[in-house]
């Protein structure tokens, strides 16, 4: 059963943009949506995490990606999106969403990928000069 699925990836410029979506068939099961990241040879990192519960929904970021990337969702359409802006080559990764429940409705989400038990395939993203 797939329970999350990535799209959106691909490759782009310095400076470019792109919108990662993640879609969530089990969406209600899953108050926290995360994106997280992972290149060769190093560990799969924190990018963004969002509680999709509270209007308006509560994010944290990564310091790397702060004021660059965004998250919203569209909770009529199961989805969580990554805007990413402003890219670099840094940010060339493997790109992976994540979920899990949570416990109450205005608590933060997780930041560490261990509280992260659901997991998608992923979605490359490549920054070129």
């Known amino acids: 059963e797939v329970e999350v699925t990535e799209s959106g990836g691909g490759s782009v410029q310095v400076g470019g943009s792109l919108q990662l979506a993640c879609v969530v068939p089990l969406y209600t099961r899953y108050g926290c949506i995360g994106w997280f990241r992972q290149s060769p040879g190093k560990d799969r990192e924190l990018v963004a995490v969002i509680n999709r519960l509270p209007e308006p929904p509560m994010a944290d970021y990564a310091d790397s990606v702060k004021g660059r990337f965004a998250l919203s969702r569209d909770n009529a359409k199961f989805t969580v999106y990554l805007q990413m802006n402003s890219l670099t080559s840094e940010d060339t990764a493997t790109y992976f969403c994540?979920?899990?429940?949570?416990?109450?409705?205005?608590?933060?989400?997780?930041?560490?990928?261990?509280?992260?038990?659901?997991w998608g395939r992923g979605t490359q993203v490549s920054v070129s000069s």
């Open positions: 994540a979920a899990r429940p949570i416990a109450r409705f205005n608590d933060r989400c997780p930041t560490s990928r261990s509280e992260y038990r659901i």
